[in-house]
């Protein structure tokens, strides 16, 4: 009787110890399940970064508008390039987001990928302008701190900065530009950021474009035919929300895309498929 009941609760533990196991088993199965489902996800066609295969007969053009959210500028630009059907990158300031419908208009730009790209501008846009004293190497902390605050304020998505008042290009330890040797640049390097610049820009005279749809799409053909831009069959064109906030500068910046649409070899991406983003490859 007591060889019996010994068997019992014998077979009783093995069967606890069994469903234990197997409980294990089940939840570190679904761990990897969820880790497969998570790098699935991240490689799906559309995700934030995935590379795009370049067609060496096309001309890439990336624009990329500074200084977000600036109320109706931000808005205007973004309903402009919806219009046209363009991509388009925002880099946008920390400092700038004050209020609900400025939070609004940054959460409708992260939100809106793969149409528009949110990317990394500054907390205080290089504490506010003095661009000498952020650039010091006796600020470099706390222009990098100046960064990742922007970063997790504003939930920017990708590792992509670009500097405040300054063309510099950095990705994976080849830095070009005004600040190659500025502390601060190689720091973000080091990090992983990748510093984009600019090949064009559609300049500010007050808070109007200074130059013509005519005077860009000159330049910009011409930087083309020249292959004066830091990539191959690319070019960055910088300009502010602001610029466009009235309905004749509004109307220029609809012509400059409708124009540059005309031509069969432009394709428009966001910033996160340039070449140097991408490793390029």
Known sequence: MMNAMNLIKRS???????AALASCNSGEEKKAAAADSAKAAAAAPGAIGTPI?????KRYIFLTWDDSPQPPGTTICKGIFHEAGVKATFFSVGFNQVGPLKKRIIDSLRSAYPEFLLANHSFSHGFRN??????SPAMRDSALNDFLKN?????V???IIRLPGNNTWAAN?????????NLLVKALDSLGYKIIGWDLEWHERGKYPQESVTEMIQKLNQKFDDGNTMEQNAIVILSHDRLFEKPQYADSLRRFISVLKQDPRNVFETIDHYPMVQGRK
């Open 151 to 155: 970063e997790a304020l504003l939930k």
């Open 130 to 135: 003095q661009y000498g004293k952020f650039y």
């Open 173 to 181: 330890g080849q830095i070009q530009g005004q600040k190659a040797s």
């Open 53 to 57: 295969k370049y067609d060496s007969s």
């Open 157 to 159: 998505p990708v590792k």
């Open 12 to 18: 009783g533990i093995a069967a606890l110890a069994v």
